[in-house]
T-cell receptor, first 113, second 117 residues
Framework: DAKTTQPPSMDCAEGRAANLPCNHSTISGNEYVYWYRQIHSQGPQYIIHGLKNNETNEMASLIITEDRKSSTLILPHATLRDTAVYYCIVRVGMKTSYDKVIFGPGTSLSVIP | DAGVTQSPTHLIKTRGQHVTLRCSPISGHKSVSWYQQVLGQGPQFIFQYYEKEERGRGNFPDRFSARQFPNYSSELNVNALLLGDSALYLC????????????????FGQGTRLTVV
């Protein structure tokens, strides 16, 4: 699985968009970009994933660059409840017989009132 | 629907003891994985089990073992506890399709906080 690089921490004003960057320059053609988040003392929560097209769901949007070497997770209107550690992960897509998620240190996002 | 459930939520053990942690996956999920999360770090993969067989193992010593039961629940056992085993232990379940291929993302439980003193 490819390695990812994320800033260790970020701040965002409540109500504004939070843009969390991730570099994954060694990503392979069959590797997806996944995002999870972990609110303090809870288990990680899946947010979104994508291969090469931009993706959007009820939680967030995922923008992947054309060369797939970086991506951005966008929380459109951050709330205090979005304060968490956000993990960017690249791994072989879900249709694999070996389900292992490799977490890095992630980005600690603080949403400020 | 119930999510992934883990028990106990908190546990305090003494060095040298052993511990058993339990996990019940989401109904219908046949794959269970275990992760260790030390304070300030991301979760680290320990094991994956599917249909009662070990599918993968992370870089952990033989003191760590696990098993999966016919109802797909799982236990993680750690022997000869060390202070460094103090961590949040997370269980994740996934839905597996034909041929044992993962077809959903991993769903995590709330974890068991183990403190070794």
């Amino acid at each position: 699985d490819a390695k990812t690089t994320q800033p260790p921490s970020m701040d965002c004003a409540e109500g504004r968009a939070a843009n969390l960057p991730c570099n994954h320059s060694t990503i392979s053609g069959n590797e997806y970009v996944y995002w999870y988040r972990q609110i303090h003392s809870q288990g990680p929560q899946y947010i979104i994933h994508g291969l090469k097209n931009n993706e959007t769901n009820e939680m967030a949007s995922l923008i992947i660059t054309e060369d797939r070497k970086s991506s951005t997770l966008i929380l459109p209107h951050a709330t205090l409840r979005d304060t968490a550690v956000y993990y960017c992960i690249v791994r072989v897509g879900m249709k694999t017989s070996y389900d292992k998620v490799i977490f890095g240190p992630g980005t600690s996002l603080s949403v400020i009132p | 629907d119930a999510g992934v459930t883990q028990s106990p939520t908190h546990l305090i053990k003494t060095r040298g003891q052993h511990v058993t942690l339990r996990c019940s996956p989401i109904s219908g999920h046949k794959s269970v994985s275990w992760y260790q999360q030390v304070l300030g770090q991301g979760p680290q993969f320990i094991f994956q089990y599917y249909e009662k067989e070990e599918r993968g193992r992370g870089n952990f010593p033989d003191r760590f073992s696990a098993r999966q039961f016919p109802n797909y629940s799982s236990e993680l056992n750690v022997n000869a506890l060390l202070l460094g085993d103090s961590a949040l232990y997370l269980c994740a379940s996934s839905l597996m399709g034909e041929g044992g291929l993962t077809i959903t993302e991993a769903f995590f439980g709330q974890g068991t906080r183990l403190t070794v003193v």
